[in-house]
């Protein structure tokens, strides 16, 4: 399978702070990319997602922010809350045509909230 | 509204051993993909299927295959298992056919290979 990265980041925050998670993406023509949120012994959870058609979009306490030119994807959660403290994943559609369901997945970063 | 069920949710077998997990989708979701994820590999796509036929395939070698029914439950299999098999095996399923919606993953099936 496709080696995507043995490291895994962590960024730490306060409590009430806000966290940026960073995710860079390899595929140009990807034109839809999502967050997910994994907890231990759980699976992926969607946050939100975005088209490439868009730069930003917002959801409850999260904004998804969108670079196309540097192929860049950030999460944004304010107000970080203890609950928020999981491993987040971005994906992107890795194929270039309209069909299917094969995400390529980042490598993932977890979020540790300090109390 | 259930969401994805994978069965069972921890598996322990003997290398050369052949393994099969099943996965019931969201109802009305026609599309299951199945994915591995290892801490050293990440999350990693396996395949897809839609309407009981495969419409995409990782780069996952041979002994990796799955099937879909009529009511969209899937099932993948591994035959001749490796210790590099042991991972957790997610099914996710989606709404549409069409590529570019959302994902809802199950809890997974983690698979020990001894």
């Known amino acids: 399978g496709e080696s995507v990265g043995l490291h895994l980041p962590t960024l730490s925050v306060q409590e009430g702070d806000n966290s940026i998670i960073n995710c860079a993406y390899s595929?140009?023509?990807?034109?839809?990319f999502i967050w997910y949120k994994q907890e231990s012994g759980k699976g992926p959870q969607f946050i939100i997602d975005i088209r490439s058609n868009m730069d930003k979009r917002q959801g409850q306490r999260v904004t998804v922010l969108l670079n196309k030119t540097v192929k860049h994807l950030s999460l944004q959660i304010a107000a970080t809350q203890p609950g928020d403290s999981a491993v987040y994943f971005c994906a992107e559609k890795g194929v270039r045509r309209n069909y299917g369901q094969n995400f390529v997945f980042g490598p993932g970063t977890r979020l540790s909230v300090l109390p | 509204k259930a969401g994805v069920t994978q069965t069972p949710r921890y598996l322990i077998k003997t290398r050369g051993q052949q393994v099969t997990l099943s996965c019931s989708p969201i109802s009305g979701h026609r599309s299951v993909s199945w994915y591995q994820q290892t801490p050293g590999q990440g999350l990693q796509f396996l395949f897809e299927y839609f309407s009981e036929t495969q419409r995409n395939k990782g780069n996952f070698p041979g002994r990796f295959s799955g099937r879909q029914f009529s009511n969209s439950r899937s099932e993948m299999n591994v035959s001749t298992l490796e210790l590099g098999d042991s991972a957790l095996y997610l099914c996710a399923s989606s709404l549409v056919g069409r590529g570019g919606t959302e994902a809802f993953f199950g809890q997974g099936t983690r698979l020990t290979v001894v």
């Open positions: 595929n140009s023509a990807s034109d839809y």
